[in-house]
C-alpha cells in the first residue's frame, strides 16, 4: 500500500474520546536492548482515506479491507483523525444520521493519539489501556505507516507463546537460563500460579456494572442507542432473561452499514451472531482472556448460575485485569526473579515465527457480501465456530475448568486437559470420554472422534461439552449434574508450567514490562 505522508499531531491537540485527555505524542522511550518495540510487533496496513468521504462509502471500504477502523486525512494529506466502528454505531447510528450525506470529518476522533515505530510495544498497550481505546495509528519519518490494534498485540503474543511452548524444553531452558542462583524461583512459580489463575471474573464487575440489554425484535438503531447511553461497543439480546445473541459495534458497521441497510428498519435478529460463547462469574480472568483468543472475539457476554446475563467484558477490561493481577502479586525478590524469567520466555517466543495458520485478519464473524446479497434474511454464526469447540470439567477440588479448544485435533485436546489438571501418575495421559444423549460414555480417542463429539454437542445445541476423564489404573472423575469431570491436582513443576500457562506467561511477560516500564 503506498504510504500516506503526514505530519504528526500537534502536541497541543487533544485525542477526545480515543485519547487519555493529554497532549497526544509519541513514547519517550524508545526501545533498546531486548526490550519489544512497536515494529516487531505485527502491525496492520493503515487504511487512510480523505476526510471528505461520506459514512457510507467509509464503511464499505472498511469492509473490503476487513478492517474495523480506518485513518483521516484532510485536503493537505495530513492526518486529521480516525474513524472506528464505535464511532459508526454511537455517533451515525445512534444519533440517525445519514450515512450517505454525513461526512466522516463530522464524526469522527479528531487528532488522534499515535507512536512511533521504536516506542515499546508495552507503553503502545499502556496507552490503550488507560485511554481505553483498541487502535493507534505508528508513525514512521513523518509518515503514517501502520495501524497498531490491541487484539494483534495480545492475539499475535499469545499464538507466538503457544507456538513456543509446543518446543518444550529448550523453551522451558532459554527462560530459566540465568536465575537459578536467584533465591525462591519455585516459590514465585507456586505464588504466581495461585495468584493468577485464581482471581475470577466475580472480582473485577460490581454491582453497578453496566450492560447493554436489547430484544431480539428491536431495530438496530435502538441497540446502537442503548450502547451509546451506557458507553459501551455492544449490546446483548435477552428473551425471558436468557441470552440469545450479541450485537456489536463491529457487527453494526460490517453487516449493517457497509452493505447499506437501514438501521431503522433491520431488526436485531437479522444481523446478531446467536448464541454466543458466554463465561460465567466464576470463570478465571485469564481463562476468559484464553477463550477471547481462542474464539478471536472482543466481547464476552457473562451470566451467573441461573444464565441470566450479568456483564459483558471487552478485551480491554479483560487486559486491565490481567495486568491488575500481577501488579497486585510482584514483590521484592519474587518480582525480579519474575522479571528475568518473563523477559527470556518473551524473546525466546518473539523469536519464532507465528503459526502458519494463525489468521491476523482483523475477525468478521459470517461472510459479508457487499453488492447485491439478501442479508435480511441471513443470520450469523457465532464467532470462534468453526474450528474451536468449548469444553468443561471439574477437579476434585470442585474447581470448574471451562477452555476452548480446536475441534480437530484430539492430541491438542488432551494437552489442554493436562495443562489444568497438572501431572498425574508420572505424566499419563488421561482418556478422554463424554456422554451422548443415549446415556452411553463415548471414547474421544482419534481425530474423528472429535470431530464428532463436536458435531453432537453442536447438533444438542450445547455451549460446551462435558467431559469425563479416565487413566489407566482405572481412577476415573466422574460428572455431577453440572459438570463431567473429577480430575487430579498437583504442584506443577516450572517445565509443565511453562508448558501448561501459555496464556498466562504471555500475560505475565505484558504485565512485567508494564511494570518495569512504569519504574
Not at 490491541?150 to 532459554?174: F, H, N, P, W
Not at 454466543?276 to 457473562?302: N, R, S, W, Y
Request: proline share 4%.
Amino acid at each position: 500500500m503506498k504510504k500516506t505522508t503526514t505530519k504528526r499531531p500537534s502536541k497541543k491537540s487533544h485525542a477526545a474520546e480515543n485519547g487519555n485527555g493529554k497532549p497526544p505524542s509519541p513514547s519517550s522511550q524508545p526501545g533498546d536492548g531486548g526490550e519489544r518495540t512497536v515494529k516487531k510487533v505485527k502491525l496492520s496496513k493503515a487504511l487512510t482515506i480523505p476526510d471528505g468521504t461520506t459514512v457510507t462509502d467509509a464503511c464499505r471500504r472498511m469492509a473490503a479491507r476487513r478492517v474495523d477502523a480506518v485513518l483521516l486525512t484532510d485536503s493537505s494529506a495530513l492526518l486529521s483523525g480516525i474513524l472506528t466502528d464505535k464511532d459508526v454505531a454511537t455517533r451515525v447510528v445512534a444519533e440517525g444520521l445519514s450515512p450517505d450525506e454525513t461526512h466522516v470529518s463530522k464524526v469522527m476522533t479528531r487528532n488522534p493519539i499515535f507512536v512511533t515505530s521504536d516506542t515499546l510495544a508495552i507503553d503502545a498497550l499502556q496507552k490503550m489501556i488507560q485511554g481505553k481505546f483498541r487502535h493507534l495509528p505508528v508513525v514512521e519519518n513523518g509518515e503514517v505507516i501502520a495501524i497498531l490494534d490491541i487484539t494483534k498485540c495480545l492475539y499475535d503474543a499469545i499464538a507466538r507463546v503457544e507456538k513456543a511452548s509446543q518446543q518444550g524444553s529448550a523453551i522451558a531452558a532459554a527462560a530459566v537460563e540465568g536465575v537459578e542462583h536467584q533465591r525462591a524461583p519455585n516459590a514465585f512459580i507456586d505464588t504466581l500460579r495461585e495468584r493468577m489463575f485464581k482471581p475470577s471474573l466475580s472480582t473485577i464487575l460490581g454491582e453497578n456494572t453496566k450492560v447493554a440489554i436489547t430484544s431480539a425484535s428491536d431495530p438496530v438503531h435502538v441497540a446502537a442507542k442503548r450502547m451509546q447511553e451506557l458507553r459501551v461497543s455492544s449490546s446483548v439480546i435477552v428473551t425471558e432473561n436468557k441470552i440469545q445473541g450479541i450485537l456489536t459495534s463491529k457487527d453494526i458497521l460490517m453487516r449493517v452499514m457497509a452493505p447499506n441497510l437501514s438501521p431503522e428498519s433491520t431488526l436485531v435478529e437479522k444481523v446478531m451472531t446467536p448464541n454466543p460463547q458466554c463465561a460465567t462469574l466464576e470463570t478465571t480472568i485469564i481463562d476468559a482472556l484464553h477463550m477471547m483468543h481462542d474464539g478471536k472475539f472482543l466481547h464476552l457476554p457473562v451470566v451467573d448460575k441461573d444464565g441470566n446475563v450479568v456483564a459483558c467484558v471487552d478485551v480491554l477490561q479483560i487486559t486491565h485485569a490481567a495486568i491488575s493481577l500481577v501488579e497486585s502479586s510482584s514483590s521484592g525478590n519474587v518480582n525480579d526473579v519474575a522479571s528475568t524469567i518473563m523477559q527470556k520466555f518473551w524473546d525466546s517466543a518473539f523469536a519464532l515465527e507465528p503459526p502458519e495458520d494463525y489468521d491476523t485478519n482483523s475477525e468478521v464473524s459470517g461472510q459479508l457480501t457487499l453488492d447485491g446479497a439478501d442479508t435480511t434474511k441471513s443470520t450469523y454464526q457465532s464467532a470462534g465456530f468453526g474450528n474451536s469447540f468449548t469444553f468443561k470439567f471439574e477437579d476434585l477440588n470442585g474447581q470448574v475448568h471451562r477452555f476452548t479448544s480446536g475441534s480437530e485435533n484430539q492430541d491438542e485436546l488432551v494437552s489442554a486437559v493436562m495443562q489444568r489438571i497438572g501431572p498425574v501418575n508420572d505424566g499419563e495421559r488421561p482418556r478422554l470420554l463424554y456422554e451422548d444423549d443415549e446415556g452411553d460414555k463415548i471414547i474421544i480417542a482419534t481425530n474423528n472422534d472429535l470431530a464428532a463429539a463436536v458435531s453432537y454437542a453442536r447438533s444438542a445445541g450445547l455451549k460446551a461439552l462435558k467431559l469425563n476423564l479416565e487413566f489407566a489404573d482405572s481412577t476415573k472423575l466422574k460428572p455431577n449434574t453440572d459438570i463431567t469431570t473429577k480430575q487430579k491436582t498437583s504442584i506443577v513443576s516450572l517445565r509443565s508450567g511453562i508448558f501448561a500457562g501459555a496464556v498466562v506467561l504471555t500475560s505475565i511477560s505484558i504485565l512485567v514490562y508494564l511494570k518495569r516500564a512504569n519504574q
